[in-house]
């Protein structure tokens, strides 16, 4: 059986793996529901290529905490809290936007799901590496 470390590396992976598709989706302009939580919202292409290089330094954090279990340790908690506060940000975004696109109401459904896969993919994230630090002072690998 993988043990916590091993999990939360894989999970930290996939989640840098994530943000570098949202990178790449953003600095190519590819619009696609998943990778752009605003997919249907017009927006200039410098602002997307913006966005790309800001996300992409989210995949090298997440890679960087899943090589090394003591970096994991040390990073992993700050980038839940990161997490948490970017899925604040954006629900705030979502739930009191007025948002110009041209599915009316209906896209925030969409919106709320992509909101809610993230936030399943933190939640999962901080069990798994809950006492991440127990195990690695014990030796457990």
């Not at 292409?45 to 989210?58: E, K, N, P």
């Not at 090589?67 to 739930?95: H, K």
Request: proline share 3%; net charge neutral; glycine share 12%.
């Amino acid at each position: 059986m993988a043990s916590k470390t091993q999990i939360t590396g894989y999970l930290l992976r996939l989640g840098a793996v994530y943000f570098f598709l949202v990178a790449f989706a953003h600095f190519a302009g590819v619009k696609l529901p998943g990778l752009f939580i605003f997919y249907d919202i017009p927006s200039e292409s410098y602002q997307d290529r913006i966005i790309a290089v800001l996300v992409f330094g989210w995949g090298i954090m997440f890679w960087t905490a899943s090589q090394d279990p003591w970096t994991m340790g040390r990073l992993t908690d700050r980038l839940l809290m990161a997490g948490a506060v970017a899925i604040f940000g954006l629900s705030v975004t979502i739930g009191f936007g007025d948002f110009p696109n041209s599915e009316g109401q209906g896209a925030n459904g969409a919106y709320w799901a992509q909101i809610i896969g993230l936030s399943g993919y933190l939640l999962v994230l901080a069990f798994t590496s809950r006492n991440l630090a127990q195990e690695l002072l014990s030796g457990e690998r």
